[in-house]
């Protein structure tokens, strides 16, 4: 069985495909049947009893009007001497006439019993939409699986259970609300927590879909944004204000206007009223609940303010939609009910297993044994943990226990792959067996693939994780921690060791909870689990049992390099999880007034019970700021960012491939004119043939110019670049023609345009971006005009060192041409750093030595007055000034200065070289600050080529 099938063009071309899945329109009929069965069975028996007694007397007159013609045929002579034909004819007159009447008469009682099922649809209507988001979330993740069968059980269960009434109107909103309820509640158990807005989401948007109250173009143009007009030109209208609206958020603005009713004026509105939109937007920390002037705020739809936050700030997403669903169905479809693992238990048979799903650190097992420990079924509850050759030993105690009503707990799917076809035998087989009417098979899985759909599909899921949070991870760290361990230490270090330990276990929170920061704080995301901490912890309790003073070399090194540090990757994480440990590793810790945070919440407790630390935990905030990773508060901001676009990806891969955009031009039209457009606006290739004279001179050993060579090579990538841009816009033209096959190549490139988003097979040809088509086509002609400058007039002034596809090239080519000029060996070269704080414009003449570079941004600080500072507040990225890059000789590092990482993109994260470095790290740049180095590691302080 495959969830959602995809087949190549080519076999599709060749082969005729029937879907055979379920559509709304026919789901929605069949359970408008189902209801109206459970509701009026009298009437839904009178309708299946017209339905086929009308089919009989319709085959009734067929047969007349067969045997009459047959008579006819075969009669001889004169057909009026024909007695017998006279009769049949007489007797087929006589039949019709009151077949007639009685189809006539079923036909009208037919209606009068549609109009009355035609009351109930409005319970279909909901029930078929939420089973179709019910089946979206399988794209969200594999073990998110639901049969029809599976909801049809839930559905007829929701009509029984709710109470009747003999008023219509209010019996059809009481079964639509506990419908919608019932269904979510018993599917949002087994979502993880992260998906459950997005679940609850869907079915509110659906429903207002379904209501007209948000149109196919709004929810294309929320999902994928406007679709890309290729423009380089200035907007048609000036932005007001350009501090805190970006061109990017103007142009999407000019747009919503453009495709979007009740947006016309929008942006005159902000041109006449800067001030007042700022101060919603802008200035507030709640932009989603502020009350929009007039006529926006009635104007504007609930959906529509959405869109409009989207544009103007996009890290309170999350937020708005979190009350667009409380405000559309309810409190508890945003906070669903805790857990209640008796009631999911119910829905269990001999046939249905129970299916734990796991998250990392997750454990189900003290609750279930507690729920059996209920049932006095504690020494029933038979375990096995499957792995390598347990697949025989599992079978053989699941035969037994379908004897005896054992309950079966089967551990760990995911690392049974090869036999999950068995256990899907094995379920399937159940319902031909005499089985046990107490027998109950359990199962817990991390996420994979190889788990049997069909077993997933029927069986009642259960999401297992633990509580995020710093808070909660401390917790957990003491929670199964006894007395004796935290008090068994010699006098000497018992203080020492109390508050090791929590220092301990407060850097282990901090380094798995940093994470959710994104590439701020952490380059490649690493799982650091229960065992590192463990281990750590002995050692920790090692040193000091044998040694008289703490060795915080030691400890620093074995905890910092090897228990944690091995399994980091990037030189720049591990530099940053030592900055992390000198927090908790150092003298400072031991006096009570040490703390590791600026704001003094968090601090190791002084000398007490276990109990007394625990009371400490309990007393922290349940939601943790930046500041106790080091970050600045503008990394909240990039956290919520991160999620709203998790949030919207998400929940666009739940939609079709191709969704048309509601208005009258089809895909295909839309995408020739795109495709047009951004042939017309690309530049033509780079001409290297007819260079400046400055560029083309030798030195005395022949030799052009490192910077030559460098420009070639960048205007050979650039040409390429185009060339396979060119050429695959003309394919796909070809293709959405019918002129030649749609391979799958131009397929995902289709996909991909219509999305908004830069094809796959650009990204290969292209250098590192993040940014979406329209921003990427603008892009590209400025970073093509700039080598065009370059090749033309000479060497430029100041490079923009963005520009680039190979910047390390550019990097080696400077230290090279020094070496030459000099005479000097490149090996002994690395650059120096002159930040020079004037505007682009007032460099007049390149460097004696080195070279001038601009183009770059700072996220985490800002560059003021020669110094670094920490970034203003909402300002996620700061120009950083011109930089002088000077070849030194043998060039010695300052201690006291910041070394700065320098990235293609924020991203930070690319294939590991053999450097130790990633594809998207450049170099380091030695940065002044009046602030120590680690302050700045902690920030994630970077510089970026693009952002």
Not at 65 to 84: P, R, S, W
Not at 168 to 186: D, G, H, P, V
Not at 397 to 414: F, P, R, S, Y
Not at 525 to 544: C, G, I
Request: with cysteine.
């Amino acid at each position: 069985k495959l969830s959602n099938p995809h087949f190549h063009p080519n076999i599709c071309i060749r082969t005729t495909v029937i879907n055979c899945t379920v559509t709304a329109k026919g789901l929605e009929d069949q359970l408008l049947g189902e209801v109206v069965a459970n509701e009026r069975p009298e009437v839904e028996e009178k309708r299946n009893g017209l339905i086929l007694g009308l089919s009989n007397d319709k085959k009734q007159l067929k047969d007349i009007e067969d045997k009459i013609l047959k008579v006819i045929y075969q009669a001889e002579g004169n057909i009026l001497d024909d007695e017998v034909l006279i009769n049949t004819l007489n007797d087929s007159k006589t039949t019709s006439a009151v077949i007639t009447v009685r189809v006539a008469e079923a036909e009208d009682t037919e209606k009068k019993i549609n109009t009355l099922r035609e009351s109930y649809r409005p319970v279909a209507i909901r029930g078929s939409i939420l089973y179709f988001c019910t089946a979206d979330m399988g794209t969200v993740d594999f073990m998110y699986q639901y049969s029809l069968g599976y909801f049809s059980t839930l559905f007829n269960g929701v009509i029984d259970s709710t109470p009747k009434s003999s008023n219509l109107e209010k019996r059809l909103s009481a079964l639509i609300a506990n419908m919608t309820k019932t269904i979510f509640y018993s599917v949002s158990r087994g979502l993880f927590e992260e998906h459950k807005l997005i679940y609850s989401f869907m079915i509110c948007a659906q429903i207002l879909k379904n209501q007209g109250d948000i149109s196919e173009q709004e929810w294309n143009v929320f999902l994928r944004g406007s679709l890309p007009s290729i423009e380089v030109e200035n907007e048609e209208r000036e932005n007001p204000d350009s501090q805190w609206i970006s061109s990017t958020t103007w142009n999407t603005l000019a747009n919503l206007e453009r495709s979007i009713k009740n947006f016309e004026g929008i942006q005159e509105s902000f041109i006449r009223n800067p001030k007042k939109w700022k101060e919603i937007y802008y200035d507030s920390n709640e932009p989603h609940r502020q009350t929009l002037e007039e006529p926006w705020n009635k104007l504007l739809t609930p959906f529509q303010k959405l869109l409009l936050l989207k544009t103007l700030r996009e890290e309170k997403l999350v937020f708005a939609i979190t009350d667009f669903v409380e405000n559309g169905l309810g409190k508890g479809f945003i906070d669903p009910p805790p857990l209640d693992l008796a009631a999911a238990f119910k829905g269990t048979s001999p046939f249905i297993p129970l299916i734990f799903v796991l998250s990392q650190g997750a454990d189900p097992m003290t609750n279930l044994q507690r729920l059996a420990k209920e049932r006095n079924w504690d020494e029933r509850l038979q375990l096995v943990s499957l792995g390598q050759g347990q697949g025989p030993h599992a079978t053989s105690l699941i035969e037994k226990a379908t004897k005896t009503g054992d309950w079966v707990v089967l551990q760990n799917c995911h690392l049974a792959a090869s036999w999950m076809p068995s256990l899907e035998k094995i379920i399937n087989n159940l319902p031909d067996i005499d089985v046990h009417a107490d027998f109950r098979l359990i199962l817990t899985s991390m996420p994979t693939t190889d788990f049997p759909v069909s077993v997933l599909q029927n069986g009642v899921k259960i999401v297992s994780e633990p509580p995020m949070g710093l808070k909660s991870n401390l917790a957990r760290s003491f929670a199964d921690m006894t007395e004796n361990t935290f008090e068994e230490m010699p006098l000497k270090n018992k203080v020492a060791w109390k508050k090791l330990l929590f220092g301990l276990c407060f850097f282990h929170a901090v380094v798995q909870e940093r994470k959710k920061f994104g590439s701020l704080g952490w380059n490649v995301k690493y799982e650091f689990n229960q065992s590192d901490l463990e281990v750590a912890q002995e050692t920790l309790k090692m040193y000091l049992q044998e040694q008289e003073n703490v060795p915080w070399e030691a400890l620093l090194h074995l905890t910092g390099d090897i228990f944690y540090g091995g399994r980091v990757t990037d030189d720049w994480d591990r530099r940053c999880l030592k900055a992390i440990l000198q927090t908790v590793y150092n003298p400072e810790i031991l006096g009570d007034s040490y703390q590791f945070s600026p704001s003094g919440i968090y601090k190791a407790p002084s000398e007490g019970s276990l109990q007394s630390v625990r009371t400490l935990i309990d007393k922290l905030p349940l939601i943790e700021s930046p500041e106790v990773f080091g970050l600045h508060s503008n990394a909240e901001i990039a956290y919520q960012t991160n999620e709203s676009q998790k949030f919207i990806s998400l929940l666009l891969s739940t939609q079709p491939r191709l969704i048309g955009t509601g208005g009258k031009e089809s895909d295909s039209d839309i995408m020739t004119a795109l495709a047009k457009k951004i042939q017309d606006s690309l530049p033509q290739p780079i001409n290297t043939e007819d260079l400046n004279e400055s560029l083309t001179q030798r030195d005395s050993n022949g030799a052009l110019s490192s910077l030559t060579t460098v420009l070639l090579q960048e205007s050979e990538r650039f040409n390429k670049l185009l060339s396979v841009i060119r050429s695959t816009l003309s394919e796909l033209e070809k293709a959405v023609k019918g002129l030649v096959v749609m391979s799958v190549p131009l397929e995902k490139m289709y996909s991909s345009l219509l999305d908004g988003q830069v094809p796959a097979n650009w990204q290969r040809e292209a250098y590192a971006s993040k940014h979406p088509l329209n921003e990427w086509i603008k892009d590209l002609i400025q970073r093509v005009a700039f080598m065009k400058d370059w090749a033309l007039n000479g060497q430029p002034k100041v490079f923009w060192i963005s520009g680039l596809f190979f910047p390390q090239s550019f990097l080696t080519a400077v230290l090279q041409s020094h070496a030459r000029k000099y005479n000097m060996p490149i090996d002994s070269l690395s650059f120096a750093f002159e930040v020079i704080d004037q505007p682009l414009e007032f460099i007049t003449q390149p460097p004696e030595d080195g070279a001038y570079i601009h183009g770059l941004f700072m996220e985490g600080g800002r560059w003021v007055d020669g110094k670094l500072e920490d970034p203003l507040p909402r300002e996620m990225f700061s120009r950083f000034p011109i930089v002088h890059l000077i070849p030194v000789q043998n060039h010695v590092l300052n201690p006291e200065d910041y070394q700065c990482p320098i990235y293609r993109t924020p991203e930070r994260a690319g294939a590991l070289l053999t450097t130790g470095h990633s594809t998207n790290y450049i170099m380091p740049a030695s940065l002044k600050s009046n602030k120590k180095p680690d302050h700045w590691i902690l920030r994630g302080a970077a510089l970026f080529c693009q952002v």
